[in-house]
Structure formats: structure tokens, C-alpha cells
Nanobody
């Protein structure tokens, strides 16, 4: 089993920045990829950013491209999401997810483990 613990959410003004972290513990010896997802009230869980096992391949949704950066520290079993130039539409609950594969996916159904979610609220 793998446990994911997120941190770093909060309230920020539009134009500000936040950095989310997600640390994995437990049976993390397998190759795995990471994803960050966002769920706004009444909406589906959308893929924002994802990163391969090596960290060499990243993907971003159009809504965050150029503003958000995903990175990982394999020695710490941790993934990060640096969020800059935040907008009110970035408000939502942010989830990290781990997929036991070398390759990430935009489909949340492909991820076996999920963080507890952290609220990000951007005030305009």
C-alpha cells in the first residue's frame, strides 16, 4: 500500500503563488508516475499536470500551461506543483495521484493512489 500526504494549499490573492507538495510513503519501490488534478465544486476532476517516472516528460493542461510547473524528487518520493499567476478560476480542491507505471496519464481512472486533497482558494 502507498499513502499520499499533501500540503501547501491555502488562500491567496489573484496573481499570487502557491507550492503544493505530495509525499508518498509505504511500498514506493515500484516505478511510478505522478499527476495533479483539480476538482471545482460541481465539476469533474480535471488533470492539470503530470510527470513521468524519470521526470523527463511532463504534460500540462492548456488552462495552466506557462503558469504551473510540476516536478518530483525521487529521493524524497515527493511531487511538487508550483503555481504562479494564480487566477480565481484556479480555485478548487487539488489532488495528487500516483500511478504504478513509468508513464503518466490524464485519466484519473489510471491512478491507483490519491492524496487527501488540499483546498486552494484564489481571491480576486
Amino acid at each position: 500500500q502507498v499513502q499520499l500526504v499533501e500540503s501547501g494549499g491555502g488562500l491567496v490573492q489573484a496573481g499570487g503563488s502557491l507550492r503544493l507538495s505530495c509525499a508518498a510513503s509505504g511500498r514506493t519501490e515500484s516505478d511510478y508516475a505522478w499527476g495533479w488534478f483539480r476538482q471545482a465544486p460541481g465539476k469533474e476532476r480535471d488533470s492539470l499536470a503530470r510527470i513521468s517516472r524519470s521526470g523527463a516528460i511532463t504534460h500540462y493542461s492548456d488552462s495552466v500551461k506557462g503558469r504551473f510547473t510540476i516536478s518530483r524528487d525521487n529521493a524524497k518520493n515527493t511531487v511538487y506543483l508550483q503555481m504562479n499567476s494564480l487566477k480565481s478560476e484556479d480555485t478548487g480542491v487539488y489532488y495528487c495521484a500516483l500511478r504504478t507505471s513509468m508513464w503518466s496519464s490524464a485519466d484519473p481512472r489510471d491512478y491507483e493512489y490519491w492524496g487527501q486533497g488540499t483546498q486552494v482558494t484564489v481571491s480576486s
